[in-house]
C-alpha cells in the first residue's frame, strides 16, 4: 500500500485538533478516534464529529468504553468535584488507564489499517501533570506495540507520534491557527455543559486561556 496513514486520538478538544492538522500537513491520510468513556459531558464527542469533518479526515469512529465504571477521577465519577484552583501533585481529573487503553484500541484499528502512525496530543510542558502524558509512557508504550502486535513482529512495525510533546500551549495555537483549525468547533472544559460552553475555572480552561493569550489571538471559547 502507498497510501500513508495514520490513527489519531481525537479528543474534541483543542490539543488533538491540532494533531489531526499537523498529520494531514505531514501527508497523513487521517483516520480519527474518539472514546465515550463515561466522561462527565458528551460535547467533546460532538466536537470531535466537527473537527474531524472539518479538518478531512477519511474515517472517524467513537468507541464506547466504562471507565465510569471503575471511576477514581472528578472526569468519571460525579461524586468527585472537578478541581477550581491549582493543588499539588497529579490532579483529580486524571483518568486511571485512560491514555493507556486508548493507545492500545488506536492501536488495534492502526494494525487492521495497516497504519504504522498513531498520533496522539499528549504534553509535557502547558500540561496537568498527568503521568500518562509523560515522552517516557510515549516510548515505553511504543516499544510494548511492537512487541504485542504482528505488525511489530513481522511487519514494519508502529512509530507513536506525539508532535506537541515539548510546544507550550502558544506554540500548539499558533501551529495549528496557521493549518486552519478553527478552535471555535473545539471544548476543551472539564465540565463544559450541554452545549460545549467552557465553566472558565477548570484547569483546562485555565491552560487554554493563558495559550490564547500568550499566542496573543483572540480566544473563540464559548463560555457559560
Request: charged share 20%.
Amino acid at each position: 500500500m502507498n497510501e500513508k496513514r495514520a490513527v489519531i486520538l481525537l479528543s474534541g478538544g483543542l490539543d488533538s485538533a491540532t494533531v489531526v492538522a499537523m498529520a494531514r500537513a505531514d501527508g497523513f491520510s487521517c483516520y480519527s478516534m474518539s472514546f465515550d468513556y463515561g466522561q462527565r459531558h458528551r460535547a467533546e464527542l460532538a466536537a470531535a464529529e466537527q473537527i474531524a469533518r472539518q479538518l478531512g479526515v477519511i474515517e472517524h469512529k467513537v468507541i464506547g468504553l466504562n471507565l465510569n465504571g471503575i471511576g477514581g477521577s472528578a472526569l468519571t465519577d460525579e461524586s468527585i468535584a472537578v478541581p477550581e484552583t491549582p493543588g499539588e501533585g497529579i490532579p483529580l481529573t486524571y483518568v486511571p488507564a485512560r491514555n493507556t487503553v486508548f493507545l492500545a484500541l488506536a492501536l488495534g484499528w492502526a494494525e487492521v489499517l495497516q497504519a504504522q502512525d498513531i498520533f496522539i496530543g499528549v504534553n509535557a510542558v502547558d500540561y496537568s501533570g498527568y503521568p500518562d502524558c509523560r515522552p517516557e509512557f510515549i516510548s515505553a508504550f511504543e516499544s510494548m506495540a511492537n512487541l504485542a502486535t504482528r505488525a511489530g513482529v513481522e511487519g514494519p512495525g508502529f512509530r507513536i507520534q506525539a508532535p506537541l510533546q515539548y510546544l507550550s500551549k502558544a506554540e500548539i495555537i499558533q501551529a495549528g491557527t496557521r493549518l486552519g483549525v478553527d478552535y471555535g468547533l473545539t471544548v476543551s472544559c472539564y465540565q463544559a455543559d450541554a452545549l460545549g460552553r467552557a465553566c472558565g475555572r477548570c484547569d483546562s480552561c485555565r491552560l487554554r486561556a493563558a495559550g490564547f493569550a500568550a499566542a496573543e489571538l483572540a480566544d473563540p471559547t464559548h463560555y457559560q
